[in-house]
Each structure stands twice: as C-alpha cells, then as structure tokens.
C-alpha cells in the first residue's frame, strides 16, 4: 500500500527566503504526483502535477521535481511571501491503483 | 466557469439521522470521488468512481454510501451518522482516472463540507 510522507510537518521562514518542502513515498511505480495548498478551512488547490515521465514542473515561482526511482519529490518555492503561508499536500496515485493516497501536509509560515 | 460545487457547505446534525452530501462538477470529468480530512490523519479517500455506475471502495468507506447515476453527481450518503463521521469532507474530480501516463489527472477539488454529528 502506498504510503506518503512530508517533511518537515511546519515551517516558519522569513519573507524573501527560498525554501524546499519535500514528500517521500514507498512505491515508486507511479504515474504522477501532484502538489496542492490548502488555506485554512479551504478546499485544495492544485499547484503543479507532474508525469512520471517529467523531472520538473514549473510555474511561477514554484518549481516542483520528481525523482521516482528514489520515492522523492520537491516543492521549491522561491523568494517566499507572507501570501505563501498555508499547508502545502502532495498526492499520488498507486500502481495499477484508482486511489489517490496524500501526505499529511507541510504547514509555511512566511513572517513578513 | 469550471468547478466542483458541494452542499451543503456546513451541517449539524443528530446521530443517526439520514443525511446526503451532494457533489457537482461542470468539467466532464470522469473520475469523481470523496475524502474526509482530520486533524492528524491528513486526508482520506471513502470512494471513488471511474465513471457512470462504476464505484469502488477508498480506505475508509465504512458508514458511508454513494452512487453516480449521472457523469456530473457524485453524492454521499450517511444512511446513520455517528458521531466519529464529524470531519471535513471533500469531493475532487479528475478528467481521466489517473492509471497510464497518457492520462491527464490533474485532481480539482471543491469547497468542502463541514459535518458535525452529535
């Protein structure tokens, strides 16, 4: 069964800095995997998905790679914002699998 | 404009009480299904659907119901809510189920429901 985990749970960087959130997970037949935010009491925003044929997706200042044969990812987030702080998920689906299973999430905090 | 509606956004209700989330998406989208998010567990998928008619099991279905008789509707159905059912809910669509790297499974999520039952 797939497993998914981030590290580190929370965060807290000063405004202006880079910084990388990582997910890891345990099988690594996947065909994709997806970060999301998620404000507080909000729903899931999807930010990047990336195939399992890409290394790396970007957009805007969020650059996220894959390394399938080492079961990692990376969020990289560059020069934070205060309007950056939220939880930041990543998901993927199993091999042969219809269900998508996430991590528990990496909560920033950017201070202005 | 495209998007996953749920209703209703927020609902107390009594222990056993038959209750219905419903889930709408305007995308045409395939792959519909529902999770649950709790403090320390993260979030949790209860069902998923492939298509019309076609459902299946998440990792925790126990207490809850669905059905897609229509691409667009993916209700939820607590046929005797318990209290351990409070959680924040979410349904997600997808426009193909994800398996193969030809799929484009881009997950769009709605707003959530916010279920206290007591």
């Known amino acids: 069964k797939q497993e998914v985990t981030q590290i580190p749970a929370a965060l807290s960087v000063p405004e202006g800095e880079n910084l990388v959130l990582n997910c890891s997970f345990t099988d690594s037949a996947i065909y994709n995997l997806q970060w999301f935010r998620q404000d507080p009491g909000k729903g899931l925003t999807s930010l990047l998905l990336i195939q399992s044929s890409q290394r790396e997706q970007t957009s805007g200042r969020l650059n996220a790679s894959l390394d399938k044969s080492s079961g990692r990812s990376t969020l990289y987030i560059a020069a934070s914002q205060p309007g950056d702080s939220a939880t930041y998920l990543c998901?993927?689906?199993?091999?042969?699998?219809?269900?998508?299973?996430f991590g528990k999430g990496t909560k920033l905090s950017v201070i202005p | 404009e495209a998007q996953v509606t749920q209703n209703p956004r927020y609902l107390i209700t009594v222990t056993g009480k038959k209750l219905t989330v419903t889930c709408s998406q305007n995308m045409n989208h395939e792959y519909m299904s529902w999770y649950r998010q709790d403090p320390g567990l993260g979030l949790r998928q209860i069902y998923y659907s492939m298509n019309v008619e076609v459902t299946d099991k998440g990792d925790v279905p126990e207490g809850y119901k669905v059905s897609r008789k229509e691409k667009r509707n993916f209700p939820l159905i607590l046929e005797s809510p318990s209290p351990n059912q409070t959680s924040l809910y979410f349904c997600a669509s997808s426009l193909y189920s994800g398996l193969g790297t030809s799929g484009y499974n881009e997950q769009f999520f709605g707003p959530g429901t916010r279920l206290t039952v007591l």
């Open positions: 998901a993927v689906p199993g091999a042969g699998s219809y269900q998508l299973t």
